[in-house]
């Protein structure tokens, strides 16, 4: 079973910028769907963004234009850029991965339906 493990986040001023990181324990099988969600205390996990074998990727519309997700298959490492940060986005972030769901023109099904697979999260804060 891939372990994931989380690492990146810290404290930041409202406006700044964070790159989150995720270590998988092993390559992933195409294909594949790797994603981060977060949850705030008392609010619902929600998804942020994801990106399937084929690069593929996908973003809640509250960080479009500011989230860049990639990951390096060589290194088997998922990243998130984050920037111009709001405070209402501070949250435990968490590494997800899927083997794979068809679902909307890309493997990323899991995103919507589900994911087996979880780290345990990185604590984000953004101060205003």
């Known amino acids: 079973q891939v372990q994931l493990v989380e690492s990146g986040g810290g404290s930041v001023q409202a406006g700044g910028s964070l790159t989150l990181s995720c270590a998988a324990s092993?390559?992933?099988?195409?294909?594949?769907?790797m994603g981060w969600f977060r949850q705030s205390p008392g609010k619902e996990r929600e998804g942020v963004a994801a990106?399937?074998?084929?690069?593929?990727?996908i973003y809640a519309d509250s960080v479009k234009g500011r989230f860049l997700i990639s990951h390096d298959y060589a290194k088997n490492t998922l990243s998130l850029q984050m920037n111009s940060l709001n405070p209402e986005e501070s949250a435990m972030y968490y590494c997800?991965?899927?083997?794979?769901?068809?679902?909307?023109?890309?493997?990323?099904?899991?995103?919507?339906?589900?994911?087996?697979?979880w780290g345990k999260g990185t604590l984000v804060t953004i101060s205003s």
């Open positions: 997800a991965a899927d083997r794979g769901e068809w679902y909307g023109g890309g493997w990323c099904g899991g995103y919507y339906h589900g994911m087996p697979y």
């Open positions: 990106i399937d074998n084929r690069g593929m990727e």
């Open positions: 092993e390559r992933p099988s195409r294909p594949y769907c």
